[in-house]
């Protein structure tokens, strides 16, 4: 893709690639994403956007205290939201990435009907070393290779995927690395690389899509590439509240993948294995670590949590792409594994192994129910599309992740507009019960990055409670709004928008702090 890509073009491209919603998906990935292209394209610099704003990174820090609201924050609405995406330091190498970025971490403190913003990078142990350096040094994703010398040792942690709470901290996660902890209140970077009291060594990587066990409130992640770069290696493991290791087990994959993200139930775990496959000839010609090799076939992976691993079963599909879970559970001997899925690589801006260009339409994402059974005899695995939607990063009410579960949520262009130009951003609810959907467009102007779902209150019913995202105007450089809909009514729109003055932080994913969940 070159400069005189069409604005209907890109869209397209972000909606497969990034896609976080609507027309545009995510304009703080968006930039990044069209940084990534041009590069990829041996341009040295951005082309403006195609609706207005910058391309830039944002790179500064910032605190916007008592924001502008328009409308009225719930007073059954106190926590915050926290949100981390790739926000280049230096400027990225010819060849390089989105997903390379530096974390730059964002919150929003909702407390008595006020709203403050914070934003801070990742303090990891790359940041740090470039910032002393004032140069990238780690200039390739996820190719040690290419690193400069001085940062052999330290974690790649760029932080810039996804947070979760965790005693008191805000982790924030790269899957090639332990998270990076910073301070709830402050986003003070407290421990570059947090290894829950050394029960995840320094070098071992650990997931960007954690699940909580809807029953005892433990994380549950894993970690593939576990036993060293390359390596066939998938770890499972369990931290209750207090930080300890309860369980860990490990499996062996068909293959060596981006394995992004899991699904846990009641019993057991679901692995996804895709054709984005390690490619050690591209990095040896300095490139990045995966490449779409469409000659493969997926696996779907099953075992007991709290097992040893040695029961694992691999199901194999069709050739397919799933990278985000939005529920799953276990019912009457079956798993459901509610994913998006795409047909080719979602990532056009990874390589196709095979040399062929990106292919744009077969990257949109349709949410998929996947299922199987128990029994161990399985011939494939069933997988039926739920929604028209097209949605790469859907969410469910996170108090679900391992039971049965009514509602997703997403961003999505509007399914009624067949032009995407004209489609307009919305934020859906989908009802799995009677397969319907819920819809707030936002309009045209606007692009949507992944919502977040915070319950009315600790024990409402699933469902009661907010969708809230960051809105960016494509129209108004990219300045940006928190807006804040009753999730029973998306349909009424906004109850509450939170104005910024300027562009938020980039977000790939982000996730809902409870009041009741900081520390006294
Ligand atoms: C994803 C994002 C990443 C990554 C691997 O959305 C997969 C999928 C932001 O970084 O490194
Ligand atoms: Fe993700």
């Given at each position: 893709?070159?400069?005189?890509?069409?604005?209907?073009?890109?869209?397209?491209?972000?909606?497969?690639?990034?896609?976080?919603?609507?027309?545009?998906?995510?304009?703080?990935?968006?930039?990044?994403?069209?940084?990534?292209?041009?590069?990829?394209?041996?341009?040295?610099?951005?082309?403006?956007?195609?609706?207005?704003?910058?391309?830039?990174?944002?790179?500064?820090?910032?605190?916007?205290?008592?924001?502008?609201?328009?409308?009225?924050?719930?007073?059954?609405?106190?926590?915050?939201?926290?949100?981390?995406?790739?926000?280049?330091?230096?400027?990225?190498?010819?060849?390089?990435?989105?997903?390379?970025?530096?974390g730059h971490v964002r919150m929003f403190r909702i407390k008595n009907g006020r709203v403050d913003y914070r934003s801070r990078f990742a303090r990891t142990e790359r940041f740090m070393a470039?910032?002393?350096?004032?140069?990238?040094?780690?200039?390739?994703?996820?190719?040690?290779?290419?690193?400069?010398?001085?940062?052999?040792?330290l974690s790649r942690s760029t932080a810039n995927t996804h947070v979760l709470n965790h005693k008191g901290l805000i982790l924030a996660l790269k899957e090639d690395s332990p998270p990076c902890a910073m301070d709830l209140n402050t986003l003070e970077t407290v421990d570059p690389v947090y290894t829950f009291d050394g029960a995840l060594p320094h070098d071992r990587p650990f997931t960007a899509h954690p699940k909580i066990c809807s029953t005892t409130g433990n994380i549950v992640a894993f970690g593939y590439e576990a036993r060293g770069f390359g390596s066939d290696v998938v770890a499972m493991f369990e931290i209750d509240r207090h930080g300890n290791k309860v369980w860990e087990?490990?499996?062996?994959?068909?293959?060596?993948?981006?394995?992004?993200?899991?699904?846990?139930?009641?019993?057991?775990?679901?692995?996804?294995?895709?054709?984005?496959?390690?490619?050690?000839?591209?990095?040896?010609?300095?490139?990045?670590?995966?490449?779409?090799?469409?000659?493969?076939?997926?696996?779907?992976?099953?075992?007991?949590?709290?097992?040893?691993?040695?029961?694992?079963?691999?199901?194999?599909?069709?050739?397919?792409?799933?990278?985000?879970?939005?529920?799953?559970?276990?019912?009457?001997?079956?798993?459901?594994?509610?994913?998006?899925?795409?047909?080719?690589?979602?990532?056009?801006?990874?390589p196709n192994k095979d040399g062929s260009p990106p292919d744009f339409v077969n990257a949109t994402s349709?949410?998929?129910?996947?299922?199987?059974?128990?029994?161990g005899r399985n011939k494939t695995y069933e997988i039926e599309k739920m929604y028209p939607l097209i949605a790469p990063l859907p969410r469910q009410d996170d108090r679900y992740n391992t039971m049965p579960?009514?509602?997703?949520?997403?961003?999505?262009?509007?399914?009624?507009?067949?032009?995407?130009?004209?489609?307009?951003?919305?934020?859906?609810?989908?009802?799995?019960?009677?397969?319907?959907f819920d819809l707030w467009n936002a309009g045209p102007t606007v692009a949507l990055a992944e919502p977040v779902f915070a319950p009315r209150r600790t024990?409402?019913?699933?469902?009661?409670?907010?969708?809230?995202?960051?809105?960016?105007?494509?129209?108004q450089n990219l300045r940006s709004d928190l807006v804040i809909l009753d999730a029973q009514h998306l349909a009424a729109g906004p109850i509450a928008t939170v104005k910024l003055p300027v562009q938020a932080s980039p977000q790939v994913h982000g996730w809902w702090v409870r009041e009741d969940q900081y520390p006294a």
């Open positions: 893709m070159t400069d005189e890509t069409t604005p209907l073009d890109r869209r397209s491209f972000l909606n497969g690639a990034i896609g976080i919603a609507a027309g545009l998906g995510g304009a703080g990935l968006l930039s990044h994403t069209v940084l990534a292209q041009t590069t990829a394209a041996g341009s040295d610099c951005a082309p403006p956007l195609a609706a207005g704003g910058s391309f830039s990174p944002i790179r500064a820090e910032m605190d916007v205290n008592d924001c502008v609201i328009e409308g009225t924050i719930p007073a059954d609405l106190n926590g915050g939201f926290y949100a981390t995406g790739p926000d280049p330091q230096y400027p990225m190498a010819k060849g390089n990435i989105v997903f390379d970025g530096e470039q910032d002393r350096a004032r140069r990238a040094l780690m200039p390739m994703y996820r190719n040690p290779a290419m690193d400069d010398p001085s940062v052999h040792g087990a490990e499996v062996k994959v068909p293959y060596v993948c981006l394995m992004h993200d899991f699904a846990v139930t009641e019993n057991h775990i679901l692995l996804f294995v895709i054709p984005l496959t390690i490619d050690h000839e591209q990095m040896k010609r300095g490139g990045i670590h995966w490449s779409w090799d469409g000659t493969r076939k997926t696996y779907l992976g099953i075992l007991r949590r709290h097992g040893d691993g040695k029961d694992v079963q691999w199901i194999e599909g069709a050739t397919r792409s799933g990278t985000h879970t939005m529920g799953a559970f276990e019912d009457k001997g079956r798993i459901y594994f509610d994913t998006e899925v795409t047909v080719a690589s979602p990532f056009p801006f990874m349709y949410i998929h129910r996947i299922s199987a059974n128990l029994n579960y009514r509602y997703g949520y997403m961003g999505c262009p509007d399914p009624n507009e067949p032009n995407r130009a004209r489609a307009g951003a919305c934020y859906a609810r989908v009802d799995n019960q009677t397969r319907t024990d409402s019913a699933e469902g009661d409670g907010y969708l809230m995202g960051v809105a960016y105007h494509l129209d």
